[in-house]
């Protein structure tokens, strides 16, 4: 069995919210082929996507050829709306996560939903993240930083308490990435930018005492963590060195919370795939993909089939784990 616990999906009309909200900003689709269609942010290209980035036909007739049961699907992060009006980004939210659950609701055994809050307001974010609860959603994704914020400001506790008490598992995603506008060429913001925000939201939420403050909070992280566990040896160091720039927050060392959280497997790199589980534990890394993109993993499961693993410790990387952060059971997902 395998769960994809990294992919993304989007509806196939998009409102001009621009027109609603009377200001700019906002992604919107031109459909230009029966399969294609650009993303535009106002008049400005951003991406060119095809119909598996809202067709669930199309995701399951390629999952079928990859041999992939089950994707988590979350939205695509530009989608987040961070910097909008907060009332504005929750009426997106609720378009975007009412599109979710038609699609788990219409295939329960193919798909399990990330819903997507208005992070900039705790109030506006609280009751969407309730509602994504009654929707069926087995939890939210959140970006690597709230308009440059970190993620351990205490104006997020009051997320975080809800999540928990909700048993809302979370998946962090980069988006936003600092230094884009001083790395604009060669593709730098996602090479560099995107490892580098994981590893940025992984520390402050060390440093920041999120773990202490919120322990039954299930987080998983993006691209294997992103940049975290290559300098893991360097921000232990700066712990260990100067506590009175690093243990403000939290007195515990960064490397005791190993096995506290999630990754997905998506490195590229047998090697580094193999350092990671060995570093976070064998029940901490799930596949991932970033299905449909193209810095995905274009064989799901692949890099982890190469390891020269035990079944046992495979299903865990391909599907157990999944469930476990999750909190759900395989037998909902088995086709009778």
Not at 201 to 215: D, K, L, M, Q
Not at 236 to 256: H, Q, Y
Not at 313 to 328: E, F, P, T
């Amino acid at each position: 069995m395998k769960i994809d616990i990294h992919t993304h999906i989007i509806p196939e009309n998009l409102p001009r919210w621009s027109e609603k909200f009377g200001y700019g900003g906002f992604i919107h689709l031109e459909h230009h082929k029966p399969c294609c269609a650009r993303m535009m942010k106002d008049d400005e290209f951003f991406r060119e996507i095809q119909s598996n980035c809202w067709d669930p036909a199309t995701r399951i007739e390629e999952c079928n050829h990859s041999h992939v049961d089950v994707q988590v699907i979350s939205t695509i992060p530009v989608m987040f709306n961070y910097w909008a009006r907060p009332d504005d980004c929750l009426d997106i939210s609720r378009f975007l996560n009412d599109h979710i659950a038609e699609v788990v609701e219409r295939y329960p055994k193919k798909f399990i939903g990330l819903g997507t809050i208005p992070m900039q307001s705790a109030e506006l974010a609280i009751r969407e993240m309730e509602r994504c609860k009654k929707l069926g959603l087995a939890g939210i994704q959140i970006g690597t930083n709230i308009n440059d914020i970190n993620l351990n400001e205490p104006r997020f506790f009051p997320i975080y308490q809800a999540a928990e008490a909700l048993g809302m598992a979370i998946f962090v995603h980069p988006w936003n990435m600092m230094g884009a506008k001083q790395m604009s060429k060669y593709w730098l913001p996602w090479l560099v930018g995107m490892p580098a925000e994981t590893n940025r939201a992984i520390c402050s939420i060390i440093f920041g005492g999120v773990f202490e403050r919120f322990p039954k909070l299930r987080f998983a992280f993006a691209h294997g963590g992103g940049s975290f566990p290559a300098n893991l040896g360097r921000i232990e160091r700066g712990f260990d060195v100067r506590p009175d720039l690093t243990a403000i927050d939290n007195a515990i060392s960064p490397r005791k919370y190993l096995g506290h959280f999630y990754v997905d497997s998506l490195m590229h790199d047998e090697l580094f795939l193999k350092y990671v589980i060995d570093l976070l534990g064998e029940d901490k890394v799930c596949l991932g993909t970033d299905y449909p993109f193209p810095l995905g993993e274009s064989v799901p499961g692949e890099e982890i089939d190469r390891l020269k693993l035990s079944k046992k410790s495979k299903d865990k990387l391909l599907y157990q784990n999944a469930l476990n952060w999750l909190n759900l059971d395989k037998k909902n997902f088995l086709v009778k």
